[in-house]
C-alpha cells in the first residue's frame, strides 16, 4: 500500500526533528489542523497551495512534489494547462505508456 499524504508528510516532519507544533507556527496554521492532516482525518479540507508551499521550503522538500502528493496542480501548471488545452492529451499518452510499461514489467 502506497503512503497517505499525512504519513508522508509526517515522515518529513519527524526526519527534519519537528514537531507539529513547530512546523504549523513556521507555515501559519494551527497545530491541531496540522495534526488532523497528518492522521488523514476524514471531513479536512487540503491545504492551500500556499500552505504546501510554505510546509515544502519548511521541510526542506520539493514543492511541486509536495503539491501533487496532496492532489493539487501548481497554479502556474493549472494556467498554461487552460491556456493549451493540448498538454492534457500529452500528459494522458504518457499515462497511458506508463502503464502499458508497467503492465508488461509485471508480467
Excluded: C, H, W
Excluded at 514537531?19 to 494551527?30: F, N, P, S, Y
Excluded at 510546509?55 to 498554461?80: F, H, Q, T, W, Y
Amino acid at each position: 500500500m502506497s503512503e497517505t499524504f499525512g504519513q508522508f508528510l509526517q515522515l518529513l516532519r519527524r526526519k527534519k526533528g519537528l514537531t507539529q507544533k513547530d512546523v504549523a507556527l513556521r507555515v501559519g496554521i494551527e497545530p491541531t489542523y496540522l495534526s488532523k492532516v497528518e492522521n488523514d482525518a476524514k471531513g479536512i479540507y487540503s491545504l492551500s497551495e500556499e500552505s504546501l508551499t510554505k510546509l515544502a521550503r519548511v521541510l526542506d522538500a520539493d514543492s511541486d512534489e509536495m503539491l501533487a502528493r496532496a492532489g493539487k496542480i501548481p497554479s502556474d501548471v493549472r494556467r498554461m494547462i487552460v491556456r493549451d488545452f493540448s498538454l492534457i492529451k500529452e500528459i494522458r499518452t504518457i499515462v497511458a505508456e506508463e502503464s502499458r510499461y508497467e503492465a508488461d514489467k509485471d508480467e
